[in-house]
């Protein structure tokens, strides 16, 4: 980058690197939208780090935002799921705000409601959007395809959309057939977003294939940060237990059945094995039936959802991490124990070949196959120096491939060349 080349408004560089909080430096206004609060853990580091370079960001959330490192501006997102006589009481104060200041958002608006929908779908849809209402920001960033969809008339705002494509949403949601919308929903918010970021090369294959323009994609890969997820500073003493360890919500795609095969089969094989499964979820009462259902009572532990310290006692204590979903991007949870040099079994799922090399990281086996997961486990409970060196060799990928820091990078040149190309503000 030449002295000569302008920068895009909004985004203040020195020296070509990302100005931080600075009273020298103004701010890229940024609105994060579509989310619940507290976020996802990933969410929250991403906020956290583009606050700490600089960005000024805002939520749109029905939860006010708190405990952050830095401040984070709120948008009041009332959610539809309180009492009647409430939910009304909200609606005409925030429709009382929208008709004084934002008439013509409104109006824009009204111009999407379906033709054939009914009284509650109105109500839930002007309850959705009006508090978006006559407020501007330099860009609009939806980190769920969901959500994107969920809000497509702030498509026409002039600030530039950026959508985030993860796992599911585009490697399984366009293929129900009963989801017709989604699938529509994709294209439309592909075709009129800015850029639409991938969290990994199969996830855009994936979203392309159902209607991205590969022009439009930019691959940012999701990311730890190593000074938080680290070994713990000694290995306590296991009384000869093979501790193993999994994280992530309870859902059908993560694929716990095949798991818990898996240490039934290690039993079997004569293995002392405690399995830890952090999180919760719809699919938990499924998750238990199989768990007494195998007779693992004794051995396989519900946790559901812990601290993010607790989380990473768990991790720091584990001798391997397992993975069994049936669909991802990039798992979070698995970059998350690569960092505490855990080694890795994942199945091979969405982009889980770009984190985990099959016999260098970890382990690396089919889709379903509860037999080669108990196969490379059972490789891991006889050969601690194998443990230690896939672990140590883990951390070192975390360290080369996905930090933090390099990440935030990524999404503040993402940003700037948005806002390069930007529409001009204002109506």
């Known amino acids: 980058m030449t002295a000569n080349t302008a920068h895009a408004p909004g985004l203040r560089f020195r020296d070509g690197v990302p100005c931080g909080q600075s009273s020298e430096c103004s701010s890229l206004e940024l609105l994060i939208a579509g989310i619940n ?40 997102t009332p959610s539809w799921d309180s009492s009647v006589p409430l939910r009304l009481a909200r609606l005409a104060c925030t429709a009382l705000r929208a008709n004084f200041c934002g008439r013509r958002d409104v109006k824009v608006f009204a111009r999407s ?69 989604i699938k529509i929903g994709l294209r439309e918010t592909f075709d009129r977003a800015a850029v639409v970021h991938c969290v990994s090369e199969a996830t855009l294959k994936d979203a392309c294939r159902v209607g991205l323009d590969p022009a439009k994609a930019r691959l940012i890969r999701t990311a730890v940060d190593p000074q938080v997820f680290r070994p713990g500073p000694s290995f306590p003493d296991k009384n000869g237990i093979f501790r ?11 694929g716990h ?36 259902d195998l007779g693992l009572q004794n051995c396989v532990r519900l946790h559901g959802r812990l601290r993010p310290e607790e989380v990473l ?7 391997a991490f397992l993975l069994s979903s049936l669909s991802e991007g990039i798992s979070n949870a698995v970059l998350e124990a690569m960092a505490c040099c855990l080694p890795v079994v994942t199945t ?21 196959d509860a037999q080669a997961m108990a196969g490379v486990l059972l490789k891991l409970t006889r050969d601690v120096g194998l443990r230690q060196r896939m672990g140590g060799t883990a951390r070192a990928r975390i360290l080369r491939d996905f930090t933090l820091k390099r990440q935030i990078e990524q999404w503040l040149e993402l940003f700037r060349s948005v806002l390069s190309k930007a529409r001009p503000q204002g109506w």
């Open 37 to 76: 609060w507290p976020p996802e853990t990933f969410l929250g580091r991403l906020i956290d780090g583009l606050t700490e370079a600089g960005v000024s960001v805002t939520v749109g959330s029905s939860d006010r935002p708190k405990e952050r490192k830095n401040q984070v501006k709120w948008l009041p």
């Open 257 to 292: 059945e095949w798991a818990l095969q898996a240490v039934r089969m290690l039993k079997q094989r004569g293995v002392n094995v405690q399995f830890d499964i952090i999180g919760d979820g719809p699919e938990r009462q499924r998750v238990l039936y199989t768990i007494h």
């Open 113 to 181: 409601i379906r033709r054939n929908a009914n009284l509650r779908d109105r109500l839930e849809f002007w309850n959705r959007l009006l508090p978006y209402a006559r407020r501007r920001w330099d860009i609009i960033y939806f980190p769920w395809n969901s959500a994107a969809i969920a809000h497509l008339p702030i498509f026409d705002f002039p600030s530039p959309v950026v959508i985030s494509c993860r796992g599911t949403q585009v490697s399984v949601a366009p293929h129900n057939p009963e989801r017709e919308d």
């Open 244 to 254: 193993l360890v999994t994280t992530g919500s309870l859902i059908w795609s993560k």
């Open 313 to 319: 006692l768990r991790l720091q204590q584990a001798d």
């Open 348 to 368: 091979d799922c969405g982009g889980m070949r770009e984190a985990v090399t099959d016999g260098v990281e970890g382990f690396v086996v089919p889709v379903r």
